[in-house]
Each structure stands twice: as structure tokens, then as C-alpha cells.
């Protein structure tokens, strides 16, 4: 079981399941969106995502045509997104996910996106657009 939570704890979450995929992608609306270097992410069936306190705590926006991004009104932290068009799935943030998930990311997205001061140091595989 993998569980997690927002920065004040109003939101938390649990996922009984696997992760599908877990990627860092350097995008430019993921870097503005979470202010980092890169977004740390995984895709998780949505059957298996619960949020298990705080729903009401969550406030969605729409960053492009059909993809929404679900954050934490109170503390703004990102926790998972999705798109309309693929229900089936979650995409959560694993900078709130607890402890070891028990998976690794598998490469790098969008690197033609990637910051000019970034130097991406790993061996993962990385994609110029994806």
C-alpha cells in the first residue's frame, strides 16, 4: 500500500496498487506548476486511488485542453492530475507520496523542455518530447 499526503495534511491518500510508470519530466508547465527543476511522477489506476481524507480540501485546474491538475487548496501542493480522455488512470505526485513506493523512475521526459542550467546527471533513458 502506498500512501501519501499534501504539505499540511489536509489531503491524504492511499493507492492498493501498482505503480504503472514513473518518470521525471522537464516539461515547461510541469517546471512552472511545481517550481522545480523537473516533476517526479507516476501513473496509478484510478480504481486503486483513494483519497482518504481531505476531498473537499482538493481544487482542480485545467492546464491544458482536457488535463486537470489536483492540488491542495489550503498548502497548493500538487498531488495527482489527470486526463479526461484516459479515466482509467491517475498521474500522482510522488513528492507526497510516504516513504519508498517501491518503485524507481524509468526516464526522462520532454528533455527538449528541460531547463538550460540543468544538467540531468542519471543514466535513465531520456525522451526529447513524449
Not at 473537499?56 to 485545467?62: G, L, V, W
Not at 526522462?108 to 526529447?128: K, T
Amino acid at each position: 500500500m502506498i500512501t501519501g499526503h499534501c504539505h499540511c495534511g489536509a489531503v491524504t491518500f492511499e493507492v492498493a496498487g501498482e505503480i504503472r510508470s514513473f518518470q521525471h519530466c522537464h516539461c515547461t508547465t510541469c517546471r512552472r506548476i511545481h517550481g522545480t527543476v523537473y516533476s517526479s511522477s507516476a501513473v496509478v489506476d484510478r480504481a486503486a486511488f483513494t483519497i482518504t481524507r481531505g476531498a473537499d480540501a482538493i481544487t482542480e485546474y485545467e492546464s491544458s485542453p482536457g488535463k486537470k491538475r489536483c492540488f491542495c487548496s489550503r498548502c497548493s501542493a500538487p498531488i495527482y492530475a489527470y486526463r479526461d480522455a484516459e479515466p482509467r488512470f491517475v498521474v500522482l505526485r510522488m513528492g507526497t507520496v510516504d516513504g519508498d513506493p517501491g518503485a524507481r523512475p524509468t526516464r526522462h521526459i520532454w528533455v527538449s523542455h528541460q531547463a538550460p542550467w540543468y544538467e540531468i546527471l542519471d543514466d535513465l533513458p531520456r525522451l526529447e518530447e513524449m
